[in-house]
């Protein structure tokens, strides 16, 4: 609290990030999804090749070379297609574009009760009214409860954080189709993990307030140039145009467009190293299972997992981390018995079942 901050600021509660390790600290980091592959080799040549003057200048402001290499990918136009400074700022410009403010309308956004914990963190510091609605037991998002509300918005993520669970293009079409009027928002962080879906973005010719945000963070393994981007009909990309003309007309940086472009663009690298990512899942997942923890069938590049009678979520964390393994806990009262551990690379995971194995 401060004398100097305004009522806003006084009363946030801001997000809390995954912790990182100290500068020099040797850790496993399975606690921020990120990727544990480094980027595509193509980044490495782009760097290398980067002409310094260059960055003299302001870069191009919608970053149009990232914008044609997501529409060539997705089969969009570059009207299309909106990019970000990471998509943490592309959802919170969603928010401040599509959704209304609560002393407007008094409608609500819905977003699944158990979800990226960013979701209620924008709705409150942007002044959009924020329901929760509850999953199903076994953590699935029951498309019916998106249906027939009079609501001001929805936001999804699919899959779903930390829960892991994806639901099919069919269900967001039954959402879609039951809120013609609002804005639904489908937030693909982990799509790219989910084996035999098609990203909702094949939707866009069809539904014309269907917005689907993704990142470059996760299966681009790239969170450190933070860009992320929007694919929607192009009225709804003209809104964020000019949101984020009132706030930041240069969100990608002129070395980060050109790594996003590159990294795109090498298909083969991105197949392979989400492949792989996904086979390390599997095994993670089987071995998880014969130590006692029950799983979700998981479609991200994480598990969410509840351990054995035998340790809870908050120790298992807590001895993990004495032994230099970083898993996230949510001191939260519906999750605080589940943990979730980003999956990293294969010799990273043996180290994290031996070590929970010797814990047990
Ligand atoms: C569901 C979801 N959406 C969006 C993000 C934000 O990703 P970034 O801002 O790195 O693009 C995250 C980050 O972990 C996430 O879990």
Known sequence: MSKYWNSKINSATPYVAGEQPKPGQKVIKLNTNENPYPPSPKVREVLQDFDISDLRLYPNTGSDIVRDAV???????????????????VLA???????????????SVLVPDISYSFYPVFSSFYDVRCESVPLREDFFIDPSDYCGRDCCGIAIANPNAPTARLISLDDIRKILDSNPDVPVLID?????????YESAASLIG????????MTLSKSYS??????????GSSELIEGLTMARDSFNSYPGDRVAQKVAEAAILDREYWDRTRK??????KWTSDELRKLGFQLTDSQANFVWAKPPAQIDA??????????GILIRYFNKPSISDHVRITI?????????????????
Do not use: P
């Open 71 to 89: 529409a060539s990918v997705y089969g969009l136009s570059r009207e299309n297609i909106f990019v970000g400074n990471g998509s943490d700022e």
């Open 222 to 231: 790239l969170a450190g140039i933070r860009m992320g981007f929007a694919m």
């Open 93 to 107: 410009l969603c928010w401040q574009t599509f959704f209304e403010k609560e002393y407007n309308t008094g409608k």
């Open 314 to 323: 908050q120790t298992l964390y807590n001895s993990l981390k004495s032994k």
């Open 206 to 213: 069809e539904y014309e307030n269907l917005i689907v945000v």
């Open 344 to 360: 990293g690379t294969d010799d990273e995971m043996k180290a994290l079942i031996d070590a929970i194995r010797e814990e047990l």
């Open 188 to 196: 693909e962080a982990y799509a790219d993990f989910a084996e035999g």
């Open 276 to 281: 792989a990512i996904i086979a390390t899942r």
